[in-house]
């Protein structure tokens, strides 16, 4: 099934790159009267987001959005093709080798195995690399200097504030004791910040138990087994648990038991609080380093952008439901959701 469809997908993406357009959508120019100036510089970006959920949309969103706003007066008329990966790695490789292939004057990659596919394809190439929201951009192996990037790789990265969001359960729920740690160990983002959390909770007396997913069919099993083990669960910046947090989140309600999260998103599907970054501010600085560089910038001086505002977001629908008390938090604290379902 996967294999056929990254041949379907290899199909399409070669009419897309041979033909006119495909999967390509010109950013810069609006309907009969393009809006790019005269003699525009003509520049293709490869867009990859790894899979569809919540967060990842908006950033994608927000990313073209900018491009669009800012084209014209960078003087560089945009053609975005534009291809999710739907969470699997050969269709991640088959997509950015074909970007490759194709000679895109840019590869911009959303989340952190889409980046590292592009990296791996892009090396050698003289293709710059401009990745988006990958928490742990020294830990995916993308960069090793943060301030001058050595590689053609740069991009934006979500720090997750571990700190801050166990500050938070521990005023919310201060009866929890024990977490369940749900992630999927093969995403590096992941790992990254699941080794800050089981430090933080060693040195503060709690308990953990991990439940390891691999795709996101896996999820509602290992929340269920977790719910029945621990007072609350953790939810990293995964995006597999991400995809099926909708379901994550029910178990929980059900279990009348908090999930503490690191995106504004997976409250909105339910999760219980998070203490996070802004994904669309995240998008649009994606996208203003992409036009730095396709307008002659050198990669190396464009420095990875890590974003460290944080927001505190909180279900109000979910903290009702299990009987959480968040009466000391006002609209100047936090931004307030309902459950999107
Ligand atoms: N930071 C994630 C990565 O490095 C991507 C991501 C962005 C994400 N927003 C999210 C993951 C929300 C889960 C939920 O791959």
Redesign the pocket.
């Known amino acids: 099934m996967k294999k056929l469809f990254a041949v379907l997908l290899t199909i399409a993406m070669i009419l897309a790159m041979t033909a006119c357009g495909g999967g390509s959508t010109p950013v810069s120019s609006g309907g009969a009267a393009p809006s790019s100036p005269e003699g525009a510089k003509q520049v293709t970006v490869g867009l990859i987001q ?1 899979m569809e ?1 919540p ?2 949309d908006e ?1 994608r969103a927000a990313i073209t959005a900018r491009l669009e706003e800012k084209s014209a007066e960078s003087g560089v008329s945009i053609q975005v093709n534009y291809q999710n990966a739907q969470g699997d790695t050969s269709t991640i490789n088959t997509i950015c080798q074909q970007f490759v292939a194709g000679k895109v004057d840019v590869i911009v990659a ?4 889409a980046a590292q596919g592009a990296a791996a394809a892009a090396e050698n190439s003289g293709i710059p690399v401009v990745f988006s ?3 742990d951009p020294v830990a995916a192996g993308l960069v090793e200097n943060l301030e001058a990037p050595e590689g053609n790789i740069t991009g934006t990265s ?1 720090a997750i504030p571990v700190e801050k969001i166990f500050a938070l359960a521990k005023e919310l729920t201060p009866e929890a004791q024990s977490f369940g740690l749900i992630y999927n160990t093969s ?1 590096d ?1 992941s790992l990254s910040v699941i080794a800050q959390v089981k430090g933080y909770l060693e040195g503060a007396g709690l308990s953990y138990t991990e439940g390891a997913v691999t795709t996101s069919a896996d999820v509602q099993t290992s929340a269920r087994n977790l719910l029945g083990k621990c007072d609350a669960l953790f939810v990293p ?3 597999t ?2 995809s099926a947090m909708a379901v994550l989140a029910d178990e929980a309600i059900q279990a009348k038991k908090p999930v503490y999260v ?2 504004d ?2 409250v909105a599907d339910g999760g219980l609080a998070a203490v996070g970054v802004n ?1 669309t501010n995240l998008g649009s600085q994606t996208a203003d380093m992409v036009l730095k560089i396709v307008t002659g910038t050198p990669v190396s001086q464009v420095p990875v952008e890590v974003l460290r505002d944080n927001n505190l977001v909180i279900n109000g629908d979910t903290a009702r439901a299990i009987g959480v008390d968040i009466s000391q938090y006002g609209p100047n604290d936090a931004t307030f959701v309902s459950s999107v379902a």
């Open positions: 790894l959920h967060s990842l950033i959303i989340a952190t195995p929201a990958v928490t979500d995403e983002n910046i995964d995006n648990v991400a690191a995106a998103s997976l994904y």
